[in-house]
Structure formats: structure tokens, C-alpha cells
């Protein structure tokens, strides 16, 4: 687990940054999976880091107008709805990949870990592999 205060020692924003990046796009894929208001303690359980970081995104989330939340429960705005779709897709592409080669449970995981780095140019390649 990545905290704040090792990024903040390391001086890199850059790192930083792409840790919230992933913690946005994590949060908005469990949004889509669940499709309903989600509660502050399912999310934080569902992401591996510092809340700070849980809290950052989500307050980025929110002035972006991707969720919105009431009485402790989020949930995607129409804007978030669309967002949330193309991580999910994505996530769901790679997993069927890696579902030919490796376990459900490695396909799973290498699924939500590239689901963040891999390009559209490398993910349409990916689809003319599996969906053939």
C-alpha cells in the first residue's frame, strides 16, 4: 500500500498524480459495477490505499461532476455513467484475454491492474484476439 506522506517524501507529483488517476478510475469502475449508490466504506474496501488518496479522488470526482453523493452513498452522474463504461469495457476486454491464457482469478487481477495503462491502439489490437 502506497501512502501520501511516501509520495510527499519522494517529491514526485508526477507519482502522485497517477496514483489518483488510478483511484478516479477505480472508484468509477466499482460505481458502474454495483450500477447504484455505493457507500464510502465499500469503495475504500474495494481500493488498496491511504484513504487520503480515496478522499482526494473522490472530491476530484465530484467538482469533475463524474458522481455525485448523498447521505454518505455515491453514485455516477450521466457524464460519470459514460466514463465509468469505457473503464469497464476496457477492463472487461482485457480479462477475456488473459481469461485464454491464465486463471479467472489472474485475469481478474491483471485485468484491473492494465485496465489503467493500456492504450486504445493496443486494446482495439487486443479485441481482434479475442472477439474473433
Request: proline share 0%; glycine share 4%; charged share 35%.
Amino acid at each position: 500500500m502506497v501512502s501520501d506522506q511516501q509520495v510527499r517524501r519522494s517529491g514526485n507529483m508526477t507519482k502522485e498524480s497517477g496514483i489518483l488517476k488510478i483511484v478516479k478510475e477505480d472508484i468509477l469502475r466499482i460505481l458502474a459495477e454495483r450500477k447504484g449508490k455505493v457507500s464510502l466504506d465499500i469503495i475504500k474496501e474495494e481500493i488498496n490505499v491511504f484513504y487520503s488518496f480515496v478522499s482526494e479522488a473522490i472530491k476530484k470526482l465530484e467538482k469533475e461532476e463524474l458522481i455525485q453523493s448523498q447521505q454518505g452513498f455515491f453514485e455516477l452522474t450521466e457524464r460519470g455513467e459514460e466514463k465509468a463504461k469505457d473503464i469497464l469495457r476496457k477492463y472487461l476486454v482485457l480479462e477475456n484475454y488473459f481469461k485464454r491464457i491464465r486463471t479467472e482469478k489472474e485475469a481478474h487481477e491483471m485485468g484491473h491492474i492494465l485496465e489503467h495503462y493500456v492504450s486504445k491502439e493496443v486494446l482495439n489490437n487486443i479485441k481482434k484476439i479475442v472477439y474473433v
